[in-house]
């Protein structure tokens, strides 16, 4: 059951190829190694800026190199995607991981400001990432977390596939979070964490209806691609 609820959770998310996906204890991932790289990067990355500035709120965007240095960060991941699937060159799940963690960790530095832009009364005023002491962090954080992935997370075994799919919710509810915090009602309301409980609630809900029309939507197409063979 844990398995078949799994894999209905990636199945709008992702190709889910059980060669390109962890296994651990017998259950397969929701999502690919360079999905799951991406929302475990998300989920980590965001939890460490939240550590690094607390209790700070930045609202600004990282310096020009942080801005460099995630744009990096996606051209290896394009290029490693693009060049494979084109054919040029093979891939392995080592290198899928890496360039996955690299996005998620990109993209949790865009979603952390906007957050805190949105959803809190009185953000602080500085940059994400900034002074240069968090951007080291946050970049030595990178391969580590790829240590954990790789060697951690199947000894982990069920919980891993679970701790991927937790990920991929926190990763779409952050995102949601943004746009659920645009409402006039939540609209830089927050001045403690329990003030957005209903915005986080809110969010979830949104991501889990998202899920379910993605995995629907794959359905769709699936089922017109048997008719039209």
Not at 15 to 31: I, T
Not at 52 to 77: D, I, K, Q, S, Y
Not at 78 to 83: P, Q, R, S
Request: with cysteine.
């Amino acid at each position: 059951m844990l398995s078949d609820l799994l894999h209905w959770m990636g199945l709008g998310l992702c190709h889910q190829l059980p060669e390109r996906s962890f296994v651990a204890g017998g259950v397969q991932a929701p999502v690919c190694v360079r999905d799951t790289g991406l929302y475990l990067g998300f989920t980590l990355a965001f939890l460490l800026i939240w550590l690094l500035h607390r209790p700070e709120r930045p609202r600004g965007f990282p310096r020009p190199f942080v801005w460099v240095t995630m744009a990096l960060l996606l051209l290896f991941m394009a290029w490693d995607g693009v060049t494979s699937y084109a054919g040029l060159r093979t891939s392995s799940n080592e290198l899928r991981l890496i360039t996955g963690l690299g996005m998620g960790f990109a993209v949790a530095v865009l979603i952390t400001p906007m957050i805190n832009d949105e959803a809190w009364a009185l953000p602080s005023p500085g940059r994400v990432l900034d002074p240069l002491w968090r951007f080291g962090l946050w970049i030595a954080a990178l391969p580590a977390s790829y240590a954990l992935a790789w060697w951690g997370g199947p000894l982990l075994g069920v919980g891993f596939p679970v701790l991927i799919a937790a990920a991929i919710l926190s990763t779409l509810t952050a995102i949601n979070l943004v746009i659920v915090s645009m409402f006039p009602a939540f609209d830089r309301k927050a001045r403690r964490l329990r003030d957005l409980a209903l915005p986080i609630a809110i969010a979830l809900g949104l991501s889990f209806v998202e899920i379910v029309l993605a995995a629907q939507l794959r359905l769709a197409l699936d089922r017109l691609a048997v008719l039209l063979s």
